[in-house]
């Protein structure tokens, strides 16, 4: 049973046929970038174990990455730098970068299903609540996204080994708040979010008061 292609048969029912799936990665980490990934499969195409990356083990989002790149008709990952995020906020950078993989993907979609994410009157759409447990065009979209934010969280756990990011990602965890607050901030913590401002405001009332005579 095709359960997840309701929404995809629906926009073709409406006498749409390029139909690209949205979704991103890293919203809530208070470090690393914010990672979008559009999926456009083709009309016959369908497999179960594509799901929302959440629900899927990492060895299997690994998995699942390669066969939809193999199937996709088209396929396109954007990846918004933390200064990006800081300057749009977390939302407005989710939407630039689905509006950004519309607008560059090899095959021009005529509709877009995405993850309860509105994108105004650039392309006809269709914003889904809990969208990627129920449209394998928005789970693929957030396979990709999962899986390369994590590939570069990892690289980055490497080049910051103190905090862990290989472990947490970025997120809000204890173990990486207390990271912070020892090590500081790095240049990919998101400096709009509260913990990192905290931290910045501690270190900036530090140095106001060693700067006092």
């Known amino acids: 049973m095709c359960e997840r292609l309701e929404f995809e048969k629906k926009a073709r029912t409406l006498g749409y046929h390029t139909i690209i799936g949205l979704d991103e990665a890293g919203r809530g980490p208070m470090a690393g970038p914010l990672v979008v990934g559009g999926v456009i499969f083709p009309e016959d195409y369908y497999d179960e ?33 933390v200064e990006e995020v800081d300057s749009l906020n977390v939302y407005q950078a989710s939407k630039e970068g689905m509006l950004r993989i519309i607008r560059s993907i090899d095959k021009k979609p005529d509709f877009a299903l995405t993850d309860a994410m509105p994108l105004g009157n650039e392309l006809p759409h ?24 994590d590939r570069l969280m990892k690289e980055y756990g490497k080049k910051y080994p103190e905090y862990g990011f290989e472990k947490h990602k970025g997120y809000v965890t204890k173990a990486h708040k207390e990271a912070l607050r020892k090590y500081g901030v790095t240049p990919i913590h998101r400096k709009s979010f509260a913990p990192v401002q905290e931290v910045l405001n501690e270190q900036l009332s530090l140095f106001d008061f060693n700067d006092v005579d």
């Open 49 to 81: 174990r594509i799901n929302d990356s959440k629900k899927l083990t990492e060895k299997k989002r690994e998995a699942l990455f390669d066969i939809i790149i193999e199937n996709a008709l088209a396929y396109k990952i954007e990846i918004i730098d």
């Open 126 to 149: 269709e914003a889904i609540v809990k969208g990627d447990s129920k449209s394998q065009s928005i789970a693929a979209a957030s396979i990709l996204a999962k899986v390369t934010r």
